[in-house]
C-alpha cells in the first residue's frame, strides 16, 4: 500500500512540474502572437493599407480615448480608414509595448502609441498615446483587441532622478493582474 502511495505522489508531483513550464511555454507563445499582432498592424498603418486597419479588433470592441464617449468597433475602424484615405495628410505610428501579461485567452498590455501626422504644408505634429490593450483569442486562434483605454501624455519638464525604492512597477503589475482576473471571472460567470 505504501508503495502506491508512495508511486502516486511521484507522479503528482511530476505532473505539476511539466505543468507549470508547459503553462510558461503557452503564456509566451500567446505573447509572442499578440506582439506580432501588433506589429503587423502597426506596419498595415504605416502601409496605408485602409483595408487591413480593422483586423485587429474585434466586433465587440469597446473604447475610452482621451476622455471622448466610449466608442465601438464601427467607430474606431471608420476613424482609421477616413484618416488613411485623407490624401492631403499622412500618418504613421510607432509602437513601443511595455509589457504583456497574458492569463488563458486574456491578455493585457500597456503600451504607448506615438502617432505622426504630417499637414499639407509639411509640418509634423507629434501625439504621444500611452495606454492599456485588452485582448482576448478568439475561436479562429488570433488575438484581437476586445478593450483599450488611451490618452495623450502630459507635457512636463523632465523628471527629476528617482530616489529610493520605485512601487510603480510592482503596483502596475498587481493592478494588471487582478484586471486579468476580473475579465477571467466576469467570462466564467464567477463576478455578478
Known amino acids: 500500500m505504501m508503495l502506491n502511495d508512495n508511486l502516486l505522489a511521484s507522479t503528482l508531483v511530476a505532473l505539476a512540474l511539466f505543468a507549470l513550464p508547459a503553462r510558461a511555454v503557452a503564456e509566451s507563445s500567446a505573447e509572442s502572437e499578440v506582439r506580432a499582432a501588433l506589429s503587423k498592424w502597426t506596419a498595415d498603418f504605416n502601409a496605408g493599407k485602409a483595408e487591413a486597419v480593422c483586423s485587429l479588433f474585434a466586433p465587440e470592441l469597446a473604447y475610452d480615448f482621451r476622455g471622448y464617449p466610449e466608442r465601438g468597433y464601427r467607430d474606431v475602424c471608420a476613424r482609421l480608414q477616413r484618416s488613411l484615405g485623407d490624401a492631403s495628410k499622412s500618418y504613421s505610428y510607432a509602437l513601443d509595448i511595455r509589457e504583456v501579461l497574458v492569463s488563458g485567452d486574456l491578455a493585457v498590455v500597456r503600451l504607448v502609441w506615438t502617432l505622426t501626422v504630417t499637414l499639407p504644408n509639411g509640418q509634423a505634429v507629434t501625439s504621444v498615446e500611452p495606454g492599456m490593450d485588452v485582448f482576448r483569442r478568439q475561436a479562429d486562434g488570433t488575438w484581437k483587441i476586445i478593450r483599450y483605454l488611451a490618452y495623450q501624455a502630459p507635457e512636463r519638464a523632465a523628471a527629476p532622478e528617482p530616489r529610493g525604492l520605485n512601487l ?24 455578478q
Open 168 to 191: 510603480v512597477p510592482m503596483f502596475a503589475a498587481l493592478f494588471f493582474k487582478s484586471l486579468i482576473w476580473l475579465f477571467a471571472a466576469f467570462k466564467t460567470g464567477g463576478v
